[in-house]
């Protein structure tokens, strides 16, 4: 185990200078982060919790109309945060590995940040509940769509909803422990439903009894389909051609265009009969003052609050994205509406394309990532072409909504890029975690694909969209080799991407901002290491030192901080990257990185001595770890040694990674 020494003055509310004076909110923040210690502030609720940036927050509306905002520190970065536990010392997020949602779901402690994994890759939004028992409810990926799961964490018990398929980015749990979603036919069996006629209808699901029932009613705070408010029952795919939606919240109704992405959004007052546009974006919560939301750039989100008064504030913004074409060489024979195109065919906005594009490249040629993400469903068994009757294979089938084979994958500001028409059963083995150039699956012509540059209309469909769904709308996205632009119909255009078939692995991270778990102390003789809680530290409040507690290390010292076991198989190359300064004495004492396999001796790869580059600032070092590649077992370690006459300040580190590949 590595000792901890927190040398953080205590937390403090701090008004938002910068960001206070360019907005009419009051806002207020400060941050949770005391590893080892129980605070009240991780003893409490918020009117919401998400995530931006790869940042956890929880934000409090104030009686005079002010916000708070409280920064939680988790173990690693999060794509996404879902809640508390009922007694609010846990939080349940998902993962950002790099540049990567994970998918996965776990809990973690906010004074300790030991993780527990809930639910393994592909979960795309959850849920927990207020009061005990403590349950989440989550949605994830099935073979034909998405799955409702609820699991007590209590007894450890998983209830899964089979025969339901849901609508994957809505989900929600009530005091009571129940949990309301959409449920929406399967398009694989109803070669009726197409993108632009959903069936879809609320659904309730009650753990307790294991029943699962329709409600149309009005849900404070929970979204009602306009159509459901017409029909009270169960639609049909003639029925729906709106997913308009209001929401409740006591004086104010939020009316809403569209459940599938970016909706046009409105705020009526009920009392004075007033309506105020909130413009386009993704609601995230409804408070009482105001709506929590997702805006969506060309290039990347930020999440905002906007008060029912007219005030916003933004309470952080996601990495830049940069978006590559999907074929090595292509031809754009479609692009959207939305992009201004006027005298070309284009995808239109009224069936929710209008941002889509339509690449057509040579036979069965290799579709590429256009960018970094986590696939979260697949469909590959769409075998026929239902839109051109000069194609061989032309026929009558579930053609999967018209879209054919389809892949969709996840970005790390919570987007996502949807592939259409691929080739039957051509998604690629181990294409889950995806990088620009990664070939993962086959331009086809399944479902209905039309076009002019080969005989069955064989194209690639590519369309980011705010929604996981089948269905979603698709939102403004412009590729590097088009110059941003939506670029010019009939031309051919290489990619920028080199294609690869396989990405970086991160195989060990560690930015040392929990209790470093797996990591161990190991000290033959002077000072050892361990974690200390700084202003200073590379990225937040802590790093490994190697003079825990004191202001520099002790003569004759042998002590290092030790990986847990990380495996290599698999991998042709891997590089491990972190975060130093350091001062020791000159060509005397020595920091090493060194390495062992299967319990094996130390060997060392690299050391360093004196007085790192740019000190006091913080420098990056590489080491290459490639002749390591395919074994198992290995460890790394970073060991400080001295001679017996003279010692300096010592090492810091932080942020440490190994990519392997």
């Known amino acids: 185990m590595l000792a901890c020494v927190d040398t953080l003055p205590a937390a403090e509310n701090i008004m938002a200078g910068p960001r206070a004076r360019t907005s009419p909110i009051n806002v207020t923040t400060h941050t949770i982060d005391r590893p080892g210690r129980t605070e009240p502030e991780t003893l409490r609720h918020f009117d919401s919790i998400h995530a931006v ?44 590995v790099g540049d990567v949602p994970s998918g996965e779901l776990w809990r973690e402690r906010i004074d300790t940040h030991a993780r527990i994994q809930i639910a393994p890759a592909t979960v795309v939004a959850a849920a927990v509940a207020p009061r005990k028992p403590y349950t989440v409810a989550f949605t994830s990926a099935v073979e034909s769509g998405f799955e409702l799961a609820v699991v007590n964490l209590s007894t450890g018990v998983t209830q899964r909803v ?48 294991g029943h699962t029932y329709s409600r149309a009613q009005s849900v404070e705070r929970e979204p009602r389909l306009r159509s459901e408010q017409i029909s009270g029952h169960r639609i049909t795919a003639e029925q729906v051609s709106d997913l308009g939606f209001d929401i409740d919240s006591g004086r104010f109704t939020i009316h809403g265009s569209t459940i599938l992405g970016e909706s046009d959004l409105f705020a009526h007052d009920n009392t004075t009969n007033v309506t105020a546009d909130l413009g386009s974006g993704v609601i995230l919560d409804v408070l009482e003052q105001g709506i929590l939301l997702r805006r969506i750039t060309p290039n990347s ?17 996601n990495a830049i994205l940069s978006f590559t074409l999907p074929m090595a060489s292509s031809t754009l024979t479609q692009n959207g509406q939305g992009y201004g195109c006027k005298t070309c065919s284009s995808h239109t906005l009224a069936s929710g394309e209008g941002y ?83 070939y993962y699956a086959l331009q086809g012509s399944t479902g209905k694909a039309i076009g002019t540059v080969d005989p069955c209309g064989a194209h690639v469909h590519i369309q980011r969209q705010a929604s996981a769904d089948l269905g979603g709308s698709s939102s403004a996205m412009y590729f590097s080799e088009l110059g941003g632009t939506a670029g010019v119909m009939g031309t051919k255009y290489p990619s920028a991407s080199k294609e690869t078939a396989s990405c970086p692995v991160t195989v060990l991270m560690e930015n040392v901002e929990g209790s470093a778990p797996g ?20 990225s937040g409040t802590r790093e490994f030192t190697s003079n825990l507690g004191k202001s520099g290390y002790a003569n004759s010292t042998d002590a290092s901080v030790v990986s847990p076991s990380f495996s290599l198989v698999g991998f042709s190359s891997g590089t491990l990257t972190f975060w130093t300064k350091y001062r020791t004495e000159a060509n005397k004492d020595f920091l090493r990185i060194e390495v062992s396999v299967i319990g094996g001796s130390w060997t060392t790869l690299s050391s360093f001595s004196g007085t790192s580059s740019g000190y006091p600032n913080w420098s990056q070092a590489t080491v290459s770890l490639n002749a390591y590649a395919g074994l198992p077992n290995v460890r790394i370690r970073f060991r400080l040694t001295s001679d017996w006459l003279l010692t300096d300040i010592g090492v810091k580190l932080d942020d440490i990674q190994l990519v392997a590949q």
């Open 53 to 96: 940036g790869g940042r956890v927050f929880g934000l409090d509306e104030l009686p005079d109309g002010s916000i708070d905002v409280t920064w939680i520190t988790t173990a690693v970065p999060a794509a996404e945060a879902f809640g508390l536990s009922p007694d609010g010392s846990e939080v349940v997020y998902m993962p950002l």
């Open 162 to 209: 089979p025969g339901h398929l849901v609508m994957p980015d809505f989900v929600r749990i009530d005091g009571e422990g129940i949990v309301s979603c959409f449920e929406e036919l399967d398009p694989m069996l109803d070669p009726a439903i197409t993108t632009s006629f959903r069936t879809t209808h609320s659904m309730v699901f009650d753990p307790r009894s």
């Open 301 to 317: 989100s930020y999440v905002e609050y906007a008060s029912f008064s007219g005030a916003k504030f933004t309470i952080g913004t």
């Open 356 to 438: 889509a594009y339509d690449f057509a490249g040579p036979s069965s040629v290799h579709v590429l990532a256009v960018a970094s993400g986590s696939v979260v469903s697949s469909v590959m068994t769409v075998t026929c072409n239902t839109g051109n009757k000069g194609c061989s294979t032309y026929g009558s089938c579930s053609d999967n909504g018209g879209f054919g084979n389809t892949v969709i994958y996840r970005l790390s500001d919570g987007t996502y890029i949807k592939t259409a028409h691929h080739q039957y059963k051509s998604l690629q083995s181990g294409a889950t975690n995806l990088c620009p150039g990664r």
């Open 519 to 538: 990591w161990s102390s190991a000290t033959t003789s002077g000072t050892p290491w361990g974690i200390e809680a700084v202003t200073g530290a590379h």
